[in-house]
């Protein structure tokens, strides 16, 4: 650590909302550790990434910004990799990038405080640790601090060999891991989660996934399901809104999974009593899994005004072939059918998806009837992805895999389907009133921007005498679409 009085560090994150959630709760474990958040990698003492290994893309940026930032390390500057990739990957960091001193996966951090003082004991003492492959730098409390994932050994290609030249330096660093094996039924709850925004705010209600679709690493990287109580749910969420807040979104890898360890709420009823909570305006829950998507769901949509009419629910492939080599445990008639009970809501809700295209086998005839659904269902918007083979999975061994180039071509064809279905659902909002929460301004283009209850992105002009409050809710009405926003101006 630097001579200052007060320890620093950076955090960068990468990957999904249960990421950035999880970055916040970081955050504030470290605040209350005593160190300082810092704006930049130079003026901090600690360097921490939150990772993510969902594709192979998303797993290389941290190796690539380690490499970028290794010189630092003759400053005396600690380098932590937390998250997926830290699980995932586990002690093989430090034979990758023998400059990193503690790696902490993503059902661990409840340990990190521990870690931390570790960390700094270590750097304190000036002690020489162990060789390479004796990461059990913890003595005493070794134990309870680490168990390292035995069962889950990385994929040979995705590591490059050290060179024996590199070993010694590599030796001399200060190890600390902190792996939790997929059994844990610890979630990561703490009351010192530091959100980013004043007005709209994360709640995780389970973590882990045990669906094991077959091409996802996530069920090995965050460990079994585990739901919070549902009463632990409403009080942060009653804190959050004596705090202020007025949006809530749930969080989980599977939130339809949920199952409340009291047995008092099912999630259709948590996402209802949050609704209920006073002072709460808005509440989103992402993310959707068809197969435990009830009807009850959409009823609690349709009975609590607060509840966002929203629903991303990720479908992957149109094919039922490709679904059932997916392993997603349900065929294309039974996810339309969840898409019946929204389109008859008495509200109209806005649907989302994700698809992976080129899965191995996948067919021109598997990949038309994905268009075909496309068109089907209207979504609003879909993220869409190249197939990505990750460690561990049950895809890896499926033979016909898809060429990248036959991939990216899939993927364009698709993008540009959905453009013209976004460009014609986004055109009928054309002439009519919604409420936004306003989310910031533009100053570039002098617009205000806002987001309705459907997740859409609806930027604005308003007279100076009307400057609206970030946070507020205001009515605007629309004037002009394109295929992933809306333009309006504000009632007055
Ligand atoms: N390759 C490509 N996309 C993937 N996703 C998950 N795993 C993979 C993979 N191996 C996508 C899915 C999921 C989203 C979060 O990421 O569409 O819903
Ligand atoms: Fe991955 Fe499937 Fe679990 Fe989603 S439900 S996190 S895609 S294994």
Known sequence: MSGDAQKTFYLETFGCQMNVHDSEKVVGTLIQEGYRQVETVEQADLILYNTCSIRDKAEQKVFHRLADYKKLQAQGKKFGVLGCVAQQEGEKIFERAPHVSLVCGSASYNKLPGMLVQLEGKSAAREIPRPAGENGVLQDDAASVMSVWNSLSPEPEAWSPVPESRKPEAESLIRITGLDDRQTDKCFETEFTSRLNPHRGYITIIEGCDKFCAYCVVPFTRGKERSRTSASVLNEALQMADLGYTEIQLLGQNVNSYRDPDGKKSFAELLAAVGEVPGIKRVRFTTSHPRDFGKDIV????????????????????????LDAMQRLYSREQYLQRINWMKSARRQISITTDVIVGFPGETESDFAETLGLLEEVGYDGVFSFKY???????????????????????????????????????????????????????????????????????????????????????????????????????VV
């Open 388 to 490: 990505s083979a990750r460690p561990n999975t049950p895809a890896l061994s499926l033979d016909d895999a898809i060429p990248e180039a036959e991939k990216s071509r899939r993927l364009d064809v698709l993008m540009s389907k959905q453009k013209e279905i976004q460009k014609t659902r986004y055109r009928k909002y054309v002439g009519t009133e919604c409420e936004v929460m306003v989310e910031g301004h533009n100053d570039a283009r002098a617009q205000w921007i806002g987001r309705t209850s459907q997740n859409k992105t609806l930027n604005f002009t308003a007279p100076e005498a009307a400057t609206p409050a970030v946070g507020s809710y205001v009515p605007v009405r629309v004037t002009a679409s394109f295929p992933n926003s809306l333009l309006g101006e504000l």
């Open 299 to 322: 009823d609690a949509i349709d009975a609590v005004p607060t509840l966002c009419d929203h629903v991303h629910l990720p479908v992957q492939s149109g094919s039922t072939r490709v």
